[in-house]
């Protein structure tokens, strides 16, 4: 046996004139003629796995063998008229075997590929339902054919990464998936959010407060004197004290009063749960005692008390279809401005953020009985808890100019959020539950010392008591859809019709009847001022 070493044909492409890719032989006037390579009646296109050796046997020995690019293929001869060729890396290249006469006996275009033969078996074995074809091209795979659902498709995948080493040894291979999915890809996914939020409050505050005077400590001052309820005077002329008026009034120090003294104090609770009494029922009783027409003492209490129950329900049920694959969102709710910068004027500039009832789900089919949900789903409000105040602020740099930082309130949100990854039939249904949150906040208020006394210890405490609770549920159900006919659809519109005049001023209606199981009203019946009229 003897090996014929392989010459590049880099000289001969080298003397090659551009139009290479011409006709097979192009003659000129000075009898010069080019062969593209390919074109030959003795021209063969074979397919060669890497590190994968085929035979070739000529009709006559062979005198010389030329390989364009031995890094690809190269060729052994065994004898004059058997070559034995081995595929050494991807790529393409070709062979030109010449006789003794330098007639081509064979012009070989190859190309080496990975050998799939023992793949195309092994899916064959595995998904036998599956129609697929493999093919190698410049170290890529292509796969065709036909799959009954995704879950397939993903499996083909599966097996032609683990064929190839490299891939499993974290290498890169490159998987050109044209399988086509004889399932149907699009997934209406019907969503039922229900919220319920409980909220109680009691509240039980109790005020007292009381003033007393002594007149044992009231100040002396310079009071008139009365004799027998009337005012005395003395005369100087006759010395005597009257009562009619003449002379001098008489004065001398005297008590100004019993209520000129006075000691009061009060208890007040306050509400810190709430911030502030809400209302509810307000008794106030007090007592208060004169003494010759002065106020000297009173005592009085302020009791309040209030309880309240409030439930808030929050509904929604947004249906919403996406293909097989994609992400689709939904949001019932509003966006409210948040400042995220400002410049030397003091303008603000502001981005929207989003709140409300927010869905967002991907589906996957994976067969016409499995579909697997990755589901987010949100119920979000404004809320003055955690609610940011900025103030106002004036700055001045040093070349004195002036800015102003404009105050703002930002309000925060109150979020209850859920995501999941589910595998679900078409027409199947989940339930999101135990999404449960509970708070209770409860203040009582007291008086040091008094608050231990035994049945009145109560009347100077005040109570604030406030309990919440949420509940979420999500009811997820997707149903594999196709498109139907625009006839077969309804819309909450259809058979809507204004009431006539007549009948809104005397009968108090709105609209006229609906029509039967959504039939439309007829042209006739339509009634308004303007528009248009279908036939």
Known sequence: MRTIKALTCAAIVAILPAPFALAQTIPNGMGTSITKPGDQAVSRRVTLGVDKSMIVDLEAPAADVVISNPEIADAVVQTAQRIIFRGIKFGQTNALIFDRAGNTLLDLNIMVETDLAALEETISRHIPDARVKIESFNGSVILTGMVDNLSQSDQVSQLVKAFFPES?????????????????????????????????????????????????????????????????????????????????????????????????????????????????????????????????????????????????????????????????????GGEFPVPVGQNQNGQITVEFKPYGVGLAFTPVVLSEGRISLKVSTEVSELTSQGAFQGAAQTITDGDGNTTIIQGATLPALSVRRAESVVELPSGGSMMMAGLISVKDRQTIDQLPGLKKLPILGSLFQSRDFLSEETELVVMVTPYLVGATNKASMVTPADGYANASDAKTIFFGKLNETYGRDGAPIKPDDYRAPVGFMEE
Do not use: H, W
């Not at 009619?244 to 007040?268: C, D, H, K, R, Y």
């Open 168 to 332: 499993a040894g974290g290498g890169e291979l490159q998987i050109v998936n044209m399988l086509n999915v004889n399932a149907a890809d699009q997934v209406m996914l019907e969503v039922r959010i229900v919220e319920m939020q409980r909220s109680v409050i009691k509240q039980l505050g109790i005020n007292l407060s009381g003033a007393t005077s002594f007149g044992e400590l009231a100040n002396q001052t310079l009071q008139q004197v009365f004799q027998g309820g009337l005012p005395l005077f003395f005369d100087p002329d006759s010395g005597e004290y009257n009562t009619t008026g003449q002379g001098t009034a008489v004065e001398m120090l005297q008590p100004a009063g019993p209520s000129s003294n006075t000691i009061s104090g009060s208890a007040s609770s306050g509400f810190n749960v709430q911030g502030q009494a809400l209302g509810g029922i307000s008794l106030e009783t007090g007592y208060t005692n004169y003494n010759n027409g002065r106020l000297q003492s009173s005592i009085g209490a302020a009791i309040d008390a209030m309880e309240r129950v409030g439930i808030v329900r929050t509904l929604a049920e947004p249906n919403i279809v996406a293909m097989s694959g994609e992400s689709a969102k939904f949001l019932a």
